[in-house]
């Protein structure tokens, strides 16, 4: 088959591969990082990066989503603190263009989507919504949903299944 041409049996989603989304099925403790290397310098993640043109109504949206509190608030740079772990931040960038998802063929894709674990999907779907997400046509999966944010990034709401072998 000719590169970019995408066969019949091939779905429409998950890349030229036909790769089903796969989300954890239960949230664990994280494993203990590797012993410090001299060699190798420290890296942590402080935070995901979302292209905008309005980085400030993006911005806005994930806070009333999230409920993160603000961190930097410019006219072209606006960040969300997370309670923990890396937080969001949001650029103004002048040559945004919405992704499609999921993307055919000359369409701007996807270059990053959020994950976010939720204990019910109905009442999660319905606050996306409510404060300003859109419902994507194409669903993948029964128990996970595809919303759009007001720039058009696609993110993931899926079912946390808890982890309850680690009773006190």
Do not use: I
Request: charged share 20%; with cysteine.
């Amino acid at each position: 088959m000719a590169r970019g041409q995408q066969s019949s049996a091939v779905q429409p989603w998950g890349g030229p591969h036909g790769h089903r989304l796969v989300y954890p099925r239960r949230m664990s403790t994280p494993p203990e990082p590797p012993a410090a290397d001299a060699a190798q310098p420290v890296l942590d993640l402080a935070g995901v990066v979302l292209d905008s043109d309005d980085p400030s109504a993006l911005a806005d949206f994930y806070h009333r989503l999230l409920g993160w509190p603000y961190g930097t608030r410019e006219p072209e740079w606006v960040t969300l603190r997370a309670p923990a772990g890396a937080g969001l931040s949001f650029q103004y960038e002048a040559r945004y263009r919405p992704p499609v998802w999921p993307a055919g063929a000359g369409d701007p894709a996807m270059m990053v989507h959020l994950d976010l674990a939720v204990r019910e999907l109905a009442p999660a779907v319905a606050h996306a919504v409510a404060v300003g997400a859109r419902l994507a046509t194409f669903q993948p999966q029964e128990d996970v949903r595809v919303l759009l944010d007001p720039a058009g990034h696609p993110f993931c709401l899926f079912l946390e299944v808890p982890d309850h072998t680690n009773r006190g």
